[in-house]
């Protein structure tokens, strides 16, 4: 979803801030339908995800291309202080210490995701 939408109700604004920067988008919220697994084994792991594509206004086709990103970040033992962000496409990804930055899109570094039949 963009950072900007100006249908996106008031509620659903989240402002991220630090001592650097601020970013502001005006929807964010967990996706209705949207499932993730992780599957573990021998030290590594696996994650699959199902994402309502009409939730996020897409309506894919067998040829489609877009741009777009996946991640993972990981934490402590604990699960509270992030240690690593591993995305895709972008490999400017180190930085797990400034939500602002953190959260920010950045088109330029996103690859391309195409559809199959």
Request: hydrophobic share 45%; net charge neutral; charged share 20%.
């Amino acid at each position: 979803m963009p950072p900007v939408d100006a249908a996106a109700p008031a509620t659903s604004k989240v402002e991220y801030h630090s001592p650097v920067g601020e970013k502001v988008f005006d929807r964010v919220e967990v996706l209705a339908g949207a499932e993730v697994a992780v599957r573990t084994h021998a030290g590594r792991y696996a994650v699959e995800a199902a994402i309502p594509l009409k939730s996020i206004g897409l309506a894919a086709k067998p040829g489609l291309t877009i741009r777009g990103d996946v991640g993972v970040i990981a934490s402590d033992a604990k699960g509270r202080t992030n240690t690593a962000r591993t995305y895709w496409a972008n490999p400017h990804t180190s930085l797990v210490s400034d939500l602002p930055l953190e959260a920010w899109l950045c088109p330029a570094t996103w690859g391309e995701l195409v559809f199959g039949k």
